[in-house]
Every structure is written in structure tokens, then in C-alpha cells.
């Protein structure tokens, strides 16, 4: 009895051990992400009897409501008419043959074969197909829960085995083929095994496990058997069979994985999953995260991913390259608000609820010893002389000394509030404490307060750093400012608009740059010029808001947000701020997708990020420690993804085979994915549409392309997907896209009518030989009548030589032939004009007017002005009528107050135009001399053709104006 109580005591002793101690967390099953879907997300039934993972990289899951495939996004429900009509919805097991080909075993015995996106075949077996394997031979061996084994040959001959040809049982769970090429047989009357290569197999016991319900058989990576049965796990090897590991006794083993990292994975029918690495053996079960402790499948993909089937949905668990501490390992709470690591190497974390000291992978919850309000610490800073100040949510800022707590400040000792949210030792002794109601400064025992009136931008204080140089910079709700020789300089806000609160500052050592972490990105200022610029979302920055800003030792900056993790290459941020670019290329966010168990970090108060001397970094988030070394990134990323092109849409509705577009389609769009299931958030693509585009078109994370209005012709689609910073695919997904040409630029239309055109410019061709030799008659015709033609014509020219000399001797007027009272020439001269013009206009064909205008009320005019002023009045009537005609017009004084105008190459109604502006310039003359009086006048216009000879016209014209 006394021996019971002992063994008591150590056991709870050292289960109290394992509570505040954890072992080393690299490695550990807690390690691993994990990720729960069910119907909500798409599966067609939370029970997973079947996982399987075809060429082409889709993972594909079967139960009661048939089979889904999934892309790591989406789970795509395939119905039983795409299965060759499916005899039932329900499927036991799904095998991949050596050639790709997926088979599908269902429920009443019917298996399909799926390949190249299509169901190919079928066969109809009876009872329920419990499992599927293929031999070297390529021939199908199936087994079935209560109507015996199915072999099925590759040219789909079938036959059945049962009790009457030595099998020992009808209810066989699984099969397995060795690499010594024996089929195994897991059934409820125990292990049994044959040789395929037999016409009738003979079927061998192995009696250790005779009359034992053997549920799976699986080969190790060494070669050895693996054997679950109701009893445990065991291990087979040269006919030596010991248990796998005493932590399996008695256990319902169900499912064997060999991980291709080494551990080994088991499923159980009721204490859920292990993980036996070496001699360690790891338990996941309800308690711990896995929704239900009976494992119906396992299979780990090629991004080595480990998936588990249950009866209440599909568990996902793969290694990240994010750690997170938790209170599983130990820490006081999960809502983390500040980390330290101090000078002896261990790591401060302090939590919502507590503050805890991690080193060596283990855990200690430190505790005050005084009472606290709040065990709330949101700030952590280290003296120089060792000491620890931890700021507290509401007890004010404790001092730590060896672990132990030595003194206490708060309010009523003249801290300006019992918030601490920022602290600063400084190698002198004094202390800053930066809170949420202002600034303090701890100095000989004495505080002093600081606030806006101070000099400070804000009054909530969310980091206080101190730079090379000794200056002090306060990080606030309302900007930034720098405290040097006794004064606040407050750091131009509007630089940065429009953000204001910033919690953070990190100085680059190598320049004159200092980073800010704001609320509405990334800040940039510059020492030697004083000015600052602001990285915003506008640029390609993947969020609003950062917390805690720092470098890795490969040229990036990491920064914290309330989504997740942000990495931006320090090369990329300058190059977009100094205007060479105008988006980020290298910007990432990691968050839950990736490893992280929560992507909330939190901020506003000192410090939320730490990094360590061996690089790894540290974040605070609202579910642990989050913790990565960039460097691990790489392994998760190793190769390039495979990428499949998923559904082709032409004018929004999905084409299935060749894809041939009519020439009137308005919208092409192609969706593809990689089908990778470690980081699938963090793929970029790209694409190229041959015949369309020049040069490959980054996608980024876009899944889809859209190409609109493309010309005939044949195009070739080509999709290629990447992890940043690592290799493109080397093989892309592609698609041939031809589009119609249309009606008439069908190639048959288009030679069609080439040969008619051809037909048509000969027939023209003949055509216009015999016209040419009709023509060249016609035109020897019309040269000799051209000749006689031209004859006349140079008679003619010379006859207009002898008027035009007329013409020119007429030009020079005799003094005796000009009236002296007008200066114009006179009824005598004028007869000569016309008659020469009258001749020759005549003789040419040319047109030709005459007016004959006539000033009236001469008579009262010569009474009124008397007889000087009227010789005026003639002699400035006949300058104006000279003024209004054109070059080669002629005027001369007719009779008495009359005048004609002769007007050559004149028509009718042009003349008549002439003859009334003529008439209008007389009614405005007296506006210009003052003596005369307003005048009116008629006019007679006559043109060549209307009579037969020059007296004739001469007549008709004076009969006119009478």
C-alpha cells in the first residue's frame, strides 16, 4: 500500500513537471498545422472511407455520398452519371494503378476507372469492396467485406475466390502487395498471403496471427510488414514478428502511413491517431484536436501533408514553417501582448493573463510577489545592469531582479498611469515609461510627466527607442517625436498623410533611414534631408495597419499586423518610393493558411516582435508565440508546382473538349490552380496566350485569365506556377484555343474568290485586247479629224492674234478720243471697244455683256449744282463707275449722263450683278462728297447672243433703258 502511495506521488509529481515544463518543441506533433473540413466546406459527406492523390496532383476523398476532388481550395462533388452510372453513391476504397489510373470500388461492388479527366470503364463485381491492389503483372486484386476476393485481369477477365478455393474467410479488410510480389490479406480469420503468379493461388496463414480480425497490412519503408489487428500493432520481418510499441497494446490499429520523413502514422478504431518516430510515440485524439477518435483513412500527399478520414470530416496536418507557443506548452495564456529575450538567452512573455520565461525549451510562469489587480503585462524591457521591467495593464510597472520581483510604481508614486505600454532604460540609470495617458521619466527615485502641452504629438505612448546617436523617439497615437538636449521635435506628420498613430520605429544602421510602423503602412524617413514618405496599400502594401517593423539578415523587413505577417524586400520598398516603380513586386503576407494558428498580432504596445541572434523571429499573436526562421521557408517550397487547367468558360458558359470558338464570341476565360496543399496562398502564376501575347503576363495570386475579341487563328494557352523566390514550373498546363474565322474568311471562301478574281482579270485581260484594237480604229479616226481640227484652230488662233494686236493698239487712248469733262473715253472710242470686243468674242466663244447705265434727273442735278459743279458730278460719276469694275472691264462716257460698260468673258446674270452694285455705289456717293446730292440711276444689260450683229445690240440696249 505504502508502495501505491509512493508510486503516486512521483507520477503526479511528475506530471506537475510536464505542466510547467515542455520538451523541445521542434519536431513535436503540436507543431503541426491543422486544418478540419467538413460538409460546410464542401465534402459531400463527413464520412472519408478512401483517400487517394491521382498524377495530375488533385487529391480525392470517397464515402457515403460519393467521391470529391479537391484543388486546395475547392471540393468539386462528382455525381454517379460522371462515374459510369455508379452503381451506389457509396464508396469503400480508391487505388491508383502503376499507369495513373484512378479505381473506384463502391458499395455494390462496381469498380470505375478514371483517367484523363473521364471515366473510361467499368466492371460490376458483387458485394461491398473493402480494398484494391495491382501485382507486378498489372492484375487487379480485390477483396470485399463478405463475398471473398476479386482478381481481375488487365483484359478485364474476372474470378472470384472464395471458401471452396482455400480462402479462409469471406470478410477481408485489406490487401497489400510486398515488394517480394506476394498479395496480403487482411481478414477476420487473421494474415494471409499468395503468390500472384499462380493460375490458383494458394493461400498461406502466418499463425501468429490465426483466428485474430486482422484489420490492415501495410509495407515499411525498410521492407518490413506492418500488421494492425484488434490486438495492436506489429511488426513482420523474416517471419520475426514483435509488437511496434508497447503503447499499442491492445489497440484497434486500423491505418498505416509511413511518412516519407521518417515516422511511422497509425490510425486506430477508437484512440485516434499516433506518431511513432524512433521510440517516440505521440498521441492525437479528440482531446487534443483530432474531431474524432476513430481514423477510417490515411494517406499522406506528395507535399507530404498527412490527411485523416473520420466519421465526422477530414483532418489535415502538415509541418510549417511556423512554431507556435501555446498554453500546451506551457505559457500562462495564448493572447500574447510583449516579448523580450534578455542578455542570459531566454525569452520573456508576457500574456493576458501572466508572465512567462522560456529557455531551453522549457517554460516557467514567473509570479509577482505582491497581489495584482490584473496579471495583464503589455511591456518588457532590460536594464543594463540585468534587471527586468515588465509594464502592466493595470498595476503599474514592476522591477524584477533574479527572478524575483524587488519594487513596484505606480500612480500614487507619480507615474503618470498604471497602463504601461512602452519601456526604455537607458545605460545612466534613467528609465522612460511611455502609458497610455502620457510619457514619464524615472530618475534618482523622482518621476517627471510629459504631455502634449510638453511637446509630445499624442498622448498614447505605444514604443520609446533610443537611437546611435542618444536621441530618444517616442512613438504615439499622434505622430512621432524625438527628444534631444532637453526639447520634444516633433517629426512633420503631414509627410507621412494620412497616417497618424504610429507604434514603432526601427533605425537602419547602414544609412540614414528610420522606418516607422503606422496605422496606414510602412513610413520611410530620411535624417539628412528630413523627409519622409509613407508605403500604403495604394502601392501594393498588402495591409493597412503594422505594429513592430524588423530586418532579416537577407535584405527584407518584417512587420507585424491584425493580418498576419508581412515581408517586403527593403530594395523593392525604396525603388517604389523613390519612384522607379510604382507597385511592390516582393510584398507577402503570411497568416493561417501558412502555419500561423491565429494571423491577429498584436501591437500598440512594447515590443509585440523580437528577433533572435540566430534570426528566427518572434511575434506576439492572439493565440501564442508565433515564431519563424525565414530560412525554413525555402524547405517548404522545394519544388515547382504542378499546375492544371480547371474550367474554360467561352461567353460564361463552361466548354468541355477541344475549344473551338465561333468568330462572334465575346469573352474567353480560363480558370487554373496549383495543385499544391503546402502554401497554396503563397503561389504566384503566370500565363501566355501564343499568337496573342508578346512575353509572359504575371498573374500574381489571380486564378483566372480573360482574353476578349481575339482574332481567327489558333492559340496556344500556357499557364506556369511558382512559391516566391522559387523555381516555375518546368512543364506548363496548356490549352489550344482555336477561333473560327468568319463567313468570309473561310480559307475555301477566301480561294473561292481568289480563283474567281483570277478568272475575272483574265477574261478582263482578252477583253481589253479586243477593245484596244477597236480603240486604236477609233482613235486613227479621231486623229484625223483632230488634225482638221486643229487646222481650224490655228486659223482661228491667228485671226485672235490680229484682235488681240487690235485690242492692244486700242488700249492707248487718242486725247481726241476722251471726253474732257469726264476723262473717260469717248462714245466714239468706246464704238471702236466694242466693236473689237464684240469680234473677238464672237470668234473665241466667249461670253460678253454690256451695260448701258443712265444717271437720273440730269436735268434738275444741272439746275441745282450749276454748270461747274455738274462737270464735277460727271467727271467723279465717271471715276467711280472706273473704281467698281474689274481688270479688263471697259467704261466710257455714252451720251450726255449716260455711260457703257463693256464686260468681257461676262455672263448675263453676272452683268446684271455688276450693274446693280453700280447702282448702289451711286446711291451712297453723296456720303463722300458732301456737295452732292443722293443720286439714282438705270440700267440696260444686254450679253452677246441675244442678236445677231453689234448695231443690232446697240439698239436693243437703249430700247431697254427707255
Not at 478504431?269 to 506518431?275: A, E, S, T
Not at 477597236?774 to 482613235?779: C, E, G, K, P
Amino acid at each position: 500500500m505504502r508502495l501505491f502511495r509512493l508510486l503516486t506521488i512521483l507520477c503526479m509529481t511528475w506530471c506537475l513537471q510536464v505542466q510547467g515544463q515542455v520538451a523541445p518543441v521542434v519536431g513535436q506533433l503540436g507543431d503541426y498545422y491543422h486544418e478540419h473540413f467538413t460538409t460546410r466546406d464542401g465534402l459531400p459527406h463527413n464520412t472519408i472511407n478512401t483517400i487517394s492523390q491521382t498524377q495530375d496532383g488533385y487529391l480525392w476523398f470517397a464515402g457515403w455520398e460519393g467521391v470529391s476532388r479537391y484543388n486546395g481550395r475547392t471540393f468539386e462533388w462528382l455525381k454517379r452519371t460522371q462515374l459510369d452510372n455508379f452503381a451506389d453513391s457509396g464508396v469503400m476504397k480508391m487505388f491508383r494503378r502503376a499507369d495513373g489510373t484512378l479505381v473506384i470500388g463502391g458499395m455494390r461492388g462496381s469498380l470505375v476507372f478514371w483517367q484523363h479527366g473521364k471515366a473510361t470503364g467499368s466492371i460490376r463485381l458483387e458485394g461491398v469492396i473493402s480494398d484494391i491492389d495491382e501485382d507486378a503483372a498489372g492484375v487487379l486484386w480485390v477483396t470485399t467485406e463478405g463475398n471473398g476476393l476479386f482478381r481481375v485481369q488487365p483484359d478485364g477477365t474476372v474470378r472470384r475466390f472464395g471458401l471452396s478455393d482455400g480462402l479462409p474467410s469471406l470478410q477481408l479488410h485489406q490487401v497489400e502487395h510486398s515488394r517480394d510480389n506476394k498479395m496480403w490479406f487482411a481478414t477476420v480469420k487473421g494474415l494471409f498471403w499468395v503468390d500472384p503468379a499462380l493460375e490458383t493461388p494458394r493461400f498461406q496463414p502466418v499463425s501468429r496471427f490465426r483466428d485474430i480480425d486482422t484489420l490492415t497490412v501495410a509495407e515499411s519503408a525498410s521492407g518490413s510488414l506492418l500488421v494492425g489487428t484488434v490486438q495492436g500493432a506489429f511488426s513482420m520481418d523474416l517471419q520475426q514478428i514483435q509488437p511496434l510499441h508497447p503503447g499499442l497494446a491492445n489497440t484497434a490499429v486500423s491505418a498505416f502511413v509511413q511518412d516519407k520523413e521518417g515516422p511511422l502514422w497509425i490510425g486506430t478504431q477508437d484512440k485516434g491517431l499516433f506518431r511513432l518516430s524512433g521510440e517516440v510515440l505521440e498521441q492525437l485524439s479528440q482531446q487534443n484536436g483530432l474531431p474524432d477518435n476513430r481514423v477510417l483513412s490515411l494517406f499522406q500527399d506528395k507535399d507530404l501533408n498527412i490527411w485523416v478520414g473520420t466519421n465526422v470530416g477530414l483532418y489535415r496536418m502538415r509541418n510549417t514553417a511556423f512554431r507556435t507557443l501555446t498554453t500546451h506548452n506551457g505559457l500562462s495564456d495564448n493572447y500574447i501582448r510583449t516579448l523580450l529575450r534578455t542578455a542570459d538567452g531566454a525569452i520573456w512573455i508576457g500574456t493576458a493573463t501572466g508572465l512567462n520565461r522560456f529557455i531551453d525549451g522549457v517554460i516557467n510562469q514567473w509570479q509577482p510577489q505582491q497581489p495584482m489587480r490584473i496579471q495583464s503585462y503589455r511591456s518588457l524591457a532590460q536594464a543594463a545592469d540585468g534587471d527586468i521591467w515588465a509594464g502592466t495593464f493595470a498595476d503599474g510597472v514592476i522591477r524584477i531582479r533574479q527572478g524575483v520581483e524587488i519594487e513596484r510604481y505606480g500612480r500614487k508614486d507619480g507615474l503618470v498611469s498604471d497602463l504601461v505600454t512602452a519601456i526604455l532604460p537607458q545605460a545612466d540609470g534613467r528609465v522612460w515609461f511611455g502609458t497610455n495617458a502620457g510619457l514619464s521619466l524615472l530618475q534618482h527615485g523622482r518621476f517627471q510627466t510629459f504631455h502634449i502641452s510638453d511637446g509630445l504629438p499624442g498622448e498614447f505612448v505605444s514604443s520609446v527607442r533610443q537611437d546611435s546617436q542618444g536621441n530618444i523617439w517616442i512613438c504615439t497615437n499622434g505622430g512621432v517625436a524625438v527628444y534631444r538636449q532637453g526639447k520634444f521635435e516633433i517629426i512633420a506628420q503631414k509627410q507621412f498623410a494620412p497616417a497618424q498613430q504610429v507604434f514603432d520605429v526601427w533605425f537602419e544602421q547602414s544609412s540614414s533611414r528610420v522606418w516607422f510602423a503606422t496605422d496606414r503602412g510602412l513610413a520611410r524617413y530620411d535624417l539628412s534631408t528630413q523627409r519622409g514618405q509613407l508605403l500604403s496599400q495604394a502601392q501594393g502594401f498588402p495591409v493597412e495597419k503594422i505594429f513592430a517593423v524588423l530586418p532579416d539578415e537577407q535584405g527584407s523587413l518584417w512587420m507585424s499586423s491584425n493580418h498576419g505577417i508581412v515581408r517586403v524586400s527593403i530594395a523593392d520598398a525604396l525603388q517604389v518610393l523613390d519612384g522607379q516603380k510604382a507597385q511592390l513586386t516582393s510584398a507577402e503576407l503570411f497568416g493561417v493558411s501558412d502555419g500561423m494558428r491565429d494571423a491577429q498580432c498584436n501591437g500598440s504596445s512594447m515590443t509585440g516582435a523580437i528577433r533572435l541572434p540566430d534570426g528566427t523571429f518572434w511575434f506576439a499573436t492572439a493565440q501564442g508565440v508565433a515564431r519563424l526562421q525565414p530560412s525554413d521557408l525555402s524547405l517548404f517550397q522545394t519544388s515547382a508546382p504542378q499546375v492544371v487547367i480547371e474550367d474554360v468558360r467561352v461567353n460564361g458558359s463552361s466548354q468541355q473538349g477541344p475549344l473551338e470558338l465561333p468568330s462572334d464570341f465575346k469573352r474567353l476565360e480560363i480558370d487554373y490552380t496549383a495543385l499544391s496543399f503546402q502554401m497554396p496562398t503563397r503561389i504566384r502564376y503566370k500565363t501566355k496566350l501564343d499568337g496573342f501575347d508578346t512575353d509572359w503576363v504575371e498573374r500574381g495570386a489571380k486564378l483566372s485569365a480573360e482574353y476578349t475579341n481575339l482574332a481567327a487563328g489558333t492559340y496556344r494557352f500556357m499557364v506556369v506556377a511558382a512559391y516566391p523566390g522559387g523555381a516555375w514550373s518546368e512543364h506548363p498546363a496548356e490549352l489550344v484555343v482555336v477561333v473560327q474565322p468568319i463567313w468570309w474568311q473561310q480559307p475555301w471562301l477566301i480561294s473561292s474568290v481568289i480563283a474567281f478574281l483570277v478568272v475575272v482579270v483574265i477574261a478582263l485581260h482578252r477583253w481589253h485586247l479586243r477593245h484596244l484594237g477597236r480603240h486604236v480604229s477609233q482613235l486613227r479616226q479621231q486623229v484625223r479629224l483632230q488634225d482638221s481640227e486643229l487646222q481650224i484652230q490655228a486659223e482661228q488662233l491667228c485671226l485672235l492674234e490680229q484682235d488681240q494686236s487690235r485690242l492692244a493698239s486700242l488700249l492707248v487712248h487718242p486725247a481726241s478720243k476722251i471726253n474732257p469733262d469726264t476723262g473717260l473715253p469717248t462714245m466714239e472710242r468706246m464704238l471702236e471697244l466694242v466693236t473689237a470686243e464684240f469680234s473677238r468674242c464672237k470668234r473665241a466663244n466667249q461670253p460678253l455683256s454690256l451695260v448701258l447705265l443712265d444717271v437720273e434727273h440730269w436735268n434738275e442735278l444741272q439746275q441745282k449744282l450749276g454748270k461747274n459743279n455738274i462737270d464735277l458730278l460727271q467727271q467723279l460719276v465717271g471715276q467711280l463707275l472706273h473704281q467698281q469694275l474689274r481688270g479688263g472691264d471697259w467704261v466710257g462716257h455714252w451720251h450726255k449722263h449716260q455711260f457703257l460698260l463693256i464686260l468681257p468673258q461676262t455672263q448675263l446674270h453676272d452683268a446684271e450683278d455688276i450693274a446693280e452694285r453700280l447702282k448702289i455705289a451711286l446711291q451712297h456717293f453723296h456720303e463722300t462728297q458732301a456737295f452732292v446730292p443722293e443720286l439714282s440711276a438705270q440700267c440696260a444689260v444686254l450679253a452677246l447672243g441675244e442678236t445677231s450683229d453689234l448695231d443690232e445690240s446697240l439698239a436693243t440696249l437703249a430700247t431697254r433703258l427707255l
